[in-house]
C-alpha cells in the first residue's frame, strides 16, 4: 500500500523524490519542447497563430502546460516548473530579439508579407501557397466593407494573418468578383449571354459576347458569375 501524502512536506513539494541534477534535466527538455513548439507552430501556418506571434503561443502553451502540472499532481515539484518558466522566457527573450535584429531569422519563423490580390484580381500563385482558403480570404474582404474585388487595389496577408486591404479611389473602382455569398451560390460552368462576369477563382472579369466559354485563360477554372459593378 502507497504512503498516505503528508501535507507540508517540503521534500516533496519542492523537488519529490528527485536529485538536484535533474533540474538540468528539467532545462534541456523545456529547450527541446521551446523548438519542437517553434518549429509546429511556423509550419501550421499563419491562420493559426492569428493575433499572436509565433513566440507568444509558444510562450502561453509552455507557461500554461508548467503551470497546470504542479497545481494538480502532487509528484510535480515546484522547483522543475520554476525551471521551466526561467527557461522559457529566456528562450523567449533571445529569439524575440535575435529575430528583431536578423530579418533572414524573422522571415524564416515568423514568414513575410504576402501579395494575395493585385489589381482586383487575385494571385492564384501566391494564395495556393498560403493556407488560407477562398471563403476565408472572403469573410476578410467582407469584415473590411468589401463588396466586390473590383474595389480592391491590393491585400496582403500579414506574417500574423490578418489581411491588409487597399482600395481603390471610387473613381477608379471597376466591375469585380462578387464577394456576398447569396451572389457565388449559383455560379456557370458555360456561358451563353452576353455580359460581364467574374471568375470564381481567380476574380478575373470578362466581357463575353457570343460562342461558349467554359475555361478562365488565367487560372483554368470554369465557374463563372456575374460581375458586380
Excluded at 527573450?93 to 529575430?99: E, N, P, Q
Excluded at 492564384?124 to 471563403?135: A, Y
Aim: hydrophobic share 45%; glycine share 8%.
Amino acid at each position: 500500500m502507497k504512503e498516505p501524502v503528508q501535507p507540508f512536506d517540503w521534500q516533496r513539494i519542492f523537488l519529490h523524490d528527485f536529485p538536484v541534477g535533474y533540474l538540468g534535466e528539467v532545462a534541456l527538455r523545456t529547450l527541446v519542447m521551446f523548438l519542437i513548439l517553434l518549429f509546429a507552430l511556423k509550419i501550421s501556418g499563419k491562420r493559426e497563430v492569428k493575433q499572436l506571434s509565433v513566440f507568444e503561443l509558444v510562450l502561453v502553451i509552455g507557461l500554461g502546460s508548467a503551470a497546470g502540472d504542479p497545481m494538480f499532481y502532487h509528484d510535480v515539484p515546484l522547483l522543475t516548473a520554476g525551471v521551466v518558466f526561467v527557461v522559457m522566457m529566456l528562450c523567449y527573450k533571445f529569439f524575440t530579439r535575435l529575430a528583431d535584429k536578423n530579418k533572414t531569422v524573422r522571415e524564416s519563423l515568423e514568414g513575410s508579407p504576402v501579395y494575395v490580390i493585385e489589381n482586383g484580381c487575385i494571385l492564384v500563385q501566391n494564395f495556393d501557397e498560403e493556407d488560407l482558403g477562398l471563403d476565408e480570404l472572403f469573410a476578410e474582404l467582407r469584415l473590411g466593407g468589401i463588396e466586390h474585388l473590383g474595389q480592391v487595389r491590393t491585400a496582403i496577408l500579414e506574417h500574423n494573418g490578418d489581411v491588409s486591404i487597399f482600395r481603390f479611389a471610387d473613381d477608379e473602382i471597376k466591375p469585380g468578383l462578387p464577394l456576398l455569398p447569396h451572389l457565388l451560390e449559383k455560379p456557370f460552368e458555360t456561358l451563353s449571354k452576353p455580359g460581364l462576369y467574374a471568375c470564381c477563382k481567380c476574380g478575373q472579369v470578362i466581357d463575353f459576347g457570343q460562342g461558349p466559354v467554359t475555361t478562365c485563360q488565367r487560372c483554368e477554372h470554369h465557374k463563372w458569375v456575374q460581375a458586380q459593378v
